[in-house]
């Protein structure tokens, strides 16, 4: 991490903001992404801001509806002067705000990965992996961490309320095969489920020995004392945004494999990570280390990336599109793939994952955070 130097003459403050689900089910798994935002943004602020300039940051809670999303998108930048979207946690209402930002040209930089328009606008930078790549970085993830056994027997469970979850479930068929896995069961359930019973029964009956959960946090914890209680024991998977702490506290969740496009909370022999904990525990009162929150870290950090070197005055949107387009072969000191951004040009897609562990309360990176790429 970059700070300002100290600053003889501090410029004008450049608002940003985060809009997405702040509360409920999604908020569960997405929303120490923009806490983690808030705690990076204090932290800047108290060593000079962004080239001189002090950060706002905005956050505001859509509810999951995407009208409430366009609403309080527009409302942050026509009331608010916003001029940046730093790591947007949208998963169920993003669709909402898409069109005003690309009809903008206003930078939305990071999510939580749920998006695949984030590869249709030049203005849209993603963090790493998102939308369709990101399930194919989970699925790949789960290629290398599973043995020969487990890949043979492979099922899915996602939920029926999110777009995010039906992908796995539709890429699932085509994404196993070319990775190596076989599909023995494609299953679906309800976030409002007391129970996942008869999803277990299935897998169980289907051979599944690997069984990735695409759940709310509540619902994987839920997912496990079913399969648990009929003395069904696969090993679990599931993706970063939707683990949580205390998941190390669920019997039922032991073993259980994160996969994630960005570095784990867990790997602090990577300096940057280190930086995150140390950050988080001075500025972040009240944050999670999981894995939305390091995400949110990898967003800002990009941000960073692009904004250091902004000139005095007022910050428009149209300057800090200009310096993330600025961006090449930048992997953010190992946080996620090399990242590049050109000018007009939609953002490439970049595959890359890593992994972490839970064993017997404790979650960990098996390999030191290694990251793996897609060639």
Same mark, same amino acid.
């Given at each position: 991490?970059?700070?300002?130097?100290?600053?003889?003459?501090?410029?004008?403050?450049?608002?940003?903001?985060?809009?997405?689900?702040?509360?409920?089910?999604?908020?569960?798994?997405?929303?120490?992404?923009?806490?983690?935002v808030a705690a990076w943004v204090a932290y800047i602020?108290?060593?000079?801001? @962004?080239?001189?300039?002090?950060?706002?940051?905005?956050?505001? !809670?859509?509810?999951?509806?995407?009208?409430?999303?366009?609403?309080?998108?527009?409302?942050?930048?026509?009331?608010?002067?916003? @001029?940046?979207?730093?790591?947007?946690?949208?998963?169920?209402?993003?669709?909402?705000?898409?069109?005003?930002?690309?009809?903008?040209?206003?930078?939305?930089?990071?999510?939580?990965?749920?998006?695949?328009?984030?590869?249709?606008?030049?203005?849209? +930078?993603?963090?790493s992996a998102s939308g369709n790549a990101l399930v194919?970085?989970? +699925?790949?993830?789960?290629?290398?961490?599973?043995?020969?056994?487990?890949?043979?027997?492979?099922?899915?469970?996602?939920?029926?309320?999110?777009?995010?979850?039906?992908?796995?479930?539709?890429?699932?068929?085509?994404?196993?095969?070319?990775?190596?896995?076989?599909?023995?069961?494609?299953?679906?359930?309800?976030?409002?489920?007391?129970?996942?019973?008869?999803?277990?029964?299935?897998?169980?009956?289907?051979?599944?020995?690997?069984?990735?959960?695409?759940?709310?946090? !509540?619902?994987?914890?839920?997912?496990?004392?079913?399969?648990?209680?009929?003395?069904?024991?696969?090993?679990?998977?599931?993706?970063?945004?939707?683990?949580?702490?205390?998941?190390?506290?669920?019997?039922?969740?032991?073993?259980?494999?994160?996969?994630?496009?960005?570095?784990?909370?867990?790997?602090?022999?990577?300096?940057?990570?280190?930086?995150?904990?140390?950050?988080?525990?001075?500025?972040?009162?009240?944050?999670?280390?999981?894995?939305?929150?390091?995400?949110?870290?990898?967003?800002?950090?990009?941000?960073?990336?692009?904004?250091?070197?902004?000139?005095?005055?007022?910050?428009?949107?149209?300057?800090?599109?200009?310096?993330?387009?600025?961006?090449?072969?930048?992997?953010?000191?190992?946080?996620?793939?090399?990242?590049?951004?050109?000018?007009?040009?939609?953002?490439?897609?970049?595959?890359?994952?890593?992994?972490?562990?839970?064993?017997?309360?404790?979650?960990?990176?098996?390999?030191?955070?290694?990251?793996?790429?897609?060639?």
């Amino acid at each position: 991490m970059t700070a300002s130097p100290s600053c003889s003459y501090p410029q004008p403050t450049i608002t940003i903001g985060s809009v997405g689900e702040q509360s409920g089910i999604a908020g569960a798994a997405v929303a120490d992404g923009p806490r983690a935002v808030a705690a990076w943004v204090a932290y800047i602020n108290a060593h000079g801001g @962004v080239a001189c300039h002090p950060l706002k940051y905005i956050v505001a !809670d859509d509810g999951g509806s995407p009208a409430e999303n366009e609403a309080l998108t527009e409302q942050l930048v026509d009331q608010d002067h916003v @001029v940046a979207f730093v790591q947007n946690d949208a998963p169920l209402a993003a669709v909402g705000s898409e069109s005003f930002l690309a009809s903008q040209d206003i930078p939305v930089i990071g999510s939580e990965g749920a998006e695949q328009f984030y590869y249709d606008h030049p203005n849209f +930078f993603p963090e790493s992996a998102s939308g369709n790549a990101l399930v194919y970085s989970v +699925f790949a993830g789960m290629a290398q961490a599973l043995t020969p056994s487990q890949r043979a027997h492979v099922g899915v469970l996602s939920c029926i309320e999110a777009a995010e979850c039906s992908v796995y479930g539709q890429q699932a068929p085509a994404d196993t095969k070319e990775l190596g896995l076989t599909l023995a069961y494609n299953g679906t359930g309800s976030l409002s489920s007391p129970n996942f019973t008869a999803q277990c029964q299935a897998a169980r009956s289907a051979g599944v020995t690997a069984f990735l959960l695409v759940l709310d946090p !509540d619902s994987i914890h839920r997912a496990a004392s079913s399969c648990a209680g009929i003395d069904y024991h696969p090993q679990l998977v599931t993706a970063g945004q939707t683990t949580t702490p205390d998941m190390s506290s669920d019997p039922n969740l032991n073993g259980l494999d994160t996969e994630l496009g960005y570095a784990p909370w867990t790997a602090t022999n990577i300096p940057e990570v280190a930086t995150f904990q140390q950050v988080m525990s001075e500025y972040g009162a009240g944050v999670q280390l999981d894995g939305s929150s390091i995400q949110g870290w990898v967003s800002a950090q990009m941000f960073l990336a692009g904004t250091s070197k902004l000139p005095a005055g007022n910050v428009s949107s149209a300057q800090i599109l200009a310096g993330m387009d600025s961006i090449k072969n930048n992997d953010l000191g190992g946080l996620t793939n090399a990242l590049t951004f050109t000018a007009g040009q939609d953002a490439p897609v970049g595959i890359c994952w890593f992994e972490v562990k839970l064993d017997h309360g404790s979650f960990s990176s098996p390999n030191d955070g290694l990251r793996t790429c897609q060639a």
